[in-house]
T-cell receptor
Framework: DAKTTQPNSMESNEEEPVHLPCNHS???????IHWYRQLPSQGPEYVIH???SNVNNRMASLAIAEDRKSSTLILHRATLRDAAVYYC??????????FGAGTRLFVKA | DVKVTQSSRYLVKRTGEKVFLECVQD?????MFWYRQDPGLGLRLIYF???????EKGDIPEGYSVSREKKERFSLILESASTNQTSMYLC?????????????FGSGTRLTVV
């Protein structure tokens, strides 16, 4: 199953943009890129997903590299409530999706 | 608001006890999953089910079993709890088999085995 690589942690200042990177060099043509986030004491929640084109929703934007081997989750203005662990996963259509350790985002006031 | 509900947020059990973790979803999803989450290890898949009465092993099924008698309910069973099964357990569901279908997770059950 395809795997992703993310930094262990990142730090941001409140109200500044945050760019969370993800490498997925073994991605196949039909794999969707999904992002989830996990707030303290909660289960992961869906943030955004995409296949080839960049995507925007009310929570975030997803920028996908042209070769699809990397992607970036963009939080346009970080708030203290965005402090969480962010997971980048490849949804391969199978059932054994791999969730790695994710990136722990710290937001400073 | 659609959701996945796990019956307990916190549970303390003794070594050797049989433990049942219950999960119910109200989205008519075909697929249901049980993960465990430990510090530094991410989420690891224990079992999943793609239909009623169907189950498949995930990456770490040893010491666990599951039951899915109804579409909306997926139970995780620890046959004889051990201290190394102390963990956060997360239930999730998803619809169909399309690559674009995402997961909806419950809030988790933190199990401590003493």
């Amino acid at each position: 199953d395809a795997k992703t690589t993310q930094p262990n942690s990142m730090e941001s200042n409140e109200e500044e943009p945050v760019h969370l990177p993800c490498n997925h060099s073994t991605i196949s043509g039909t794999d969707y890129i999904h992002w989830y986030r996990q707030l303290p004491s909660q289960g992961p929640e869906y943030v955004i997903h995409g296949l080839t084109s960049n995507v925007n929703n009310r929570m975030a934007s997803l920028a996908i590299a042209e070769d699809r081997k990397s992607s970036t989750l963009i939080l346009h203005r970080a708030t203290l409530r965005d402090a969480a662990v962010y997971y980048c996963i490849l949804n391969t259509g199978g059932f054994k999706t791999i969730f790695g350790a994710g990136t722990r985002l710290f937001v400073k006031a | 608001d659609v959701k996945v509900t796990q019956s307990s947020r916190y549970l303390v059990k003794r070594t050797g006890e049989k433990v049942f973790l219950e999960c119910v979803q109200d989205m008519d999803h075909e697929n249901m999953f049980w993960y465990r989450q430990d510090p530094g290890l991410g989420l690891r898949l224990i079992y999943f089910s793609y239909d009623v009465k169907m189950k498949e092993k995930g990456d770490i099924p040893e010491g666990y079993s599951v039951s899915r008698e109804k579409k909306e309910r997926f139970s995780l069973i620890l046959e004889s709890a051990s201290t190394n099964q102390t963990s956060m357990y997360l239930c999730a569901s998803s619809h169909g088999q399309g690559d674009y279908y995402g997961y909806t997770f419950g809030s988790g059950t933190r199990l401590t085995v003493v």
